[in-house]
């Protein structure tokens, strides 16, 4: 048996890469050809990334489109989402081998990978247990490819091959660009693709150009200033800013971030116990560890009142307002924009309660979301102990998700 294993981001994954796949399993006569999207690269920046869920099914929806699906021997594997942790070549490799000792294995990279692969985790070990395939990408010539690839060859044994495909020199980054830009239709991607971008309103995508217009935002800021103490509202406005602010660097909807951080507290200050009463008549789902501690509630409710009061209908709003307080594992880039901003708007100061300055943890959530979302996971998880209070189960649940960005000190390259 000959598989060949094509991964990457697929953030999102475009013609070129179809075209790589299937000129691959061609000419080197694959018995099947493996789509492998990355949950954490430990390589690429994890800012850029939509949810792995969506990188997941953009992939099936390509490779059935295009290439016809398993029924012409193109799978798809979601075994380095299962994996906790960074994504390590090197570590995939091993697993595939050992599940399949008989089966020849192919590793496609591209031609910049290849120029840099001596940075990689164990590159020895990973030429040891397949072929690379080397696609010439960007701008680096076949020459000195092909250098590199003799390079390889005499110092760790590698086998390397290339392969000829149609690539036209396509990059993600460049589709993200363009959709972001309102070219989502002129843009290399399957028709299906294009749909489902378009549906779930990924990369910065908008049918309108905007979601909410500026009357509409100034009627939710109206309404909450009515709604909320003098105190709160500052707070609501500054974490509206700030998510605001975070989204451009984060490459997402600037006034669906603003609603979003506006909105959170909109049930804060609603009595506990009619906030428990309204969860109940409206259906809400509340844990044991929510009706003990009252003052969780508000998310939930929260988010029920961005639907039933305001008239939200976009359920990644309504679930960064759900989950502003205790977040939840692999959270979208809007949940943890509102997750972080909660913590981290102007006018917060737990300088008592933190054992890292504010100002520092505010400079950190501009350059990596991740890691900061993990230390205030921390933060608040040390001083909730410090207080002996309870801890909801959730607030672990989605530390022990994200501490791995506390670990990693690996080169972030793009």
Request: glycine residues 6%.
């Amino acid at each position: 048996m000959k598989t060949g294993i094509l991964g990457g981001t697929f953030n999102p994954i475009h013609n070129a890469h179809l075209s790589l796949g299937k000129a691959a399993k061609e000419q080197f006569s694959l018995d099947k050809l493996i789509f492998m999207p990355a949950a954490r690269p430990a390589y690429k920046d994890p800012r850029q990334l939509v949810s792995f869920e969506d990188r997941m099914e953009m992939t099936r929806l390509a490779v059935e489109e295009v290439l016809g699906g398993e029924k012409n021997g193109y799978f798809l594997s979601d075994l380095e989402f299962k994996r906790p942790g960074n994504t390590y070549t090197c570590d995939t490799m091993a697993y595939m081998t050992a599940k399949e000792p008989d089966t020849e294995f192919y590793f496609i990279i591209g031609g910049d990978s290849l120029m840099w692969i001596d940075e990689w985790k164990d590159p020895a070990d990973i030429v040891n247990k397949c072929t690379l395939i080397v696609a010439e990408r960007g701008d680096t010539r076949m020459d000195i490819l092909k250098k590199k690839a003799e390079e390889l060859r005499q110092s760790i044994n590698a086998r390397i091959e290339f392969v000829n495909y149609d690539h036209n020199f396509v990059s993600s980054s460049d589709i993200r660009k363009k959709i972001r830009l309102g070219e989502l239709k002129n843009v290399a991607l399957p028709s299906s693709v294009i749909e489902y971008i378009d549906k779930k309103e990924l990369y910065g995508c908008c049918k309108d150009g905007f979601y909410f217009s500026p009357d509409e935002i100034q009627r939710f800021t109206l309404e909450m200033q009515k709604t909320l103490s003098p105190f709160r509202f500052q707070h609501s406005l500054g974490v509206s800013y700030m998510s605001a602010s975070l989204a451009m660097v984060y490459g997402v909807a600037v006034d669906k971030a603003t609603v979003a951080g506006l909105l959170h507290d909109s049930a804060k200050e609603i009595d506990e116990n009619e906030q428990e009463r309204l969860c109940d008549e409206k259906g809400i789902d509340l844990t044991p560890v929510e009706r003990s501690a009252k003052q969780l509630i508000h998310a939930k409710l929260g988010a029920g009142l961005a639907k039933d009061k305001y008239g939200i209908k976009d359920e990644d709003i309504c679930n960064a307002i759900k989950f502003h307080t205790v977040g939840r594992p692999a959270m979208t880039r809007l949940e943890q924009i509102v997750f972080c901003a909660d913590f981290l708007e102007p006018q917060r100061d737990f300088k008592d309660k933190m054992s890292m300055p504010l100002r520092e943890l505010r400079s950190l959530v501009f350059r990596d979301i991740d890691k900061t979302t993990a230390l205030i996971l921390k933060e608040t998880i040390d001083w909730l102990k410090i207080k002996g209070s309870e801890i909801n189960p959730a607030t672990y649940e989605t530390y022990d998700y994200y501490k791995v960005f506390l670990d990693n000190t690996d080169a972030v390259k793009d």
